[in-house]
């Protein structure tokens, strides 16, 4: 398996352009998770998935945040509008319940 | 909801020097679990902890787990310029995993 992918790997927009980051969780695993992760926060939880269900999105800082995941195979993190403090890198991970988190290789996104 | 504190948030050490990262929560998790992170990179990770007391090892690293379960520390042993890096802990709340701030290990040679 080629583990977590994520795209696009840099994504610089401008205020108020919609933003939709994508994984692809390792084949097999039931989890997925969205983080964001800024100096001053540190990696913060956004979204939980179960079974391409989402189980708790209360890290999700506002409504300009969403995620779907339609499928097992495939989930999206969209932001609309940007904004420049929504610049970071975001990561996806996968795992099997209970078992070690995969991470993929994270979406630095800036805002200007 | 569940919290990790992780401390210091950074630690400079000299080639050779011990170092310990310390991960507290402020609920009784089930596992906890360390990850590493490289700069520039994504986190990796390195154990997971789930029985009460459990120490654990990987070469020069160990691995503990309160007897409460409710906190946990990594000890390295003679660092290395390999051992750069972000060290975080992860407790468990139900499915979900909750990151500690991280602790920034820089090695000096």
């Known amino acids: 398996d080629a583990g977590v992918i994520q795209s696009p790997r840099h994504e610089v927009t401008e205020m108020g352009q919609e933003v939709t980051l994508r994984c692809k969780p390792i084949?097999?695993?039931?989890?997925l998770f969205w983080y964001r992760q800024t100096m001053m926060r540190g990696l913060e939880l956004l979204i939980y998935?179960?079974?391409?269900?989402?189980?708790?999105d209360s890290g999700m800082p506002e409504d300009r945040f969403s995620a779907k995941m339609p499928n097992a195979s495939f989930s999206t993190l969209k932001i609309q509008p940007s904004e420049p403090r929504d610049s970071a890198v975001y990561f996806c991970?996968?795992?099997?319940?209970?078992?070690?988190?995969?991470f993929g290789q994270g979406t630095r996104l800036t805002v200007v | 909801g569940q919290q990790v504190m992780q401390i210091p948030q950074y630690q400079h050490v000299q080639e050779g020097e011990d170092f310990t990262t310390y991960c507290n929560s402020s609920?009784?998790?089930?596992?906890i679990q360390w990850y590493k992170q490289r700069p520039g990179g994504h986190p990796v990770f390195l154990i997971q902890?789930?029985?009460?007391?459990e120490v654990k090892k990987q070469k020069r690293l160990t691995f503990q787990f309160g007897e409460a379960k409710k906190n946990s520390s990594l000890h390295i042993t003679a660092t290395q310029t390999t051992d750069v890096g972000t060290y975080f802990c992860?407790?468990?709340?139900?499915?979900?995993?909750?990151f500690g701030q991280g602790t920034e290990l820089s090695v000096k040679p």
């Open positions: 992860a407790g468990q709340e139900g499915g979900k995993l909750i």
């Open positions: 998935f179960n079974n391409n269900v989402p189980i708790d």
């Open positions: 609920t009784t998790l089930s596992n």
């Open positions: 991970a996968s795992r099997q319940t209970n078992t070690e988190a995969f």
């Open positions: 084949s097999g695993h039931n989890s």
């Open positions: 902890l789930v029985k009460s007391g």
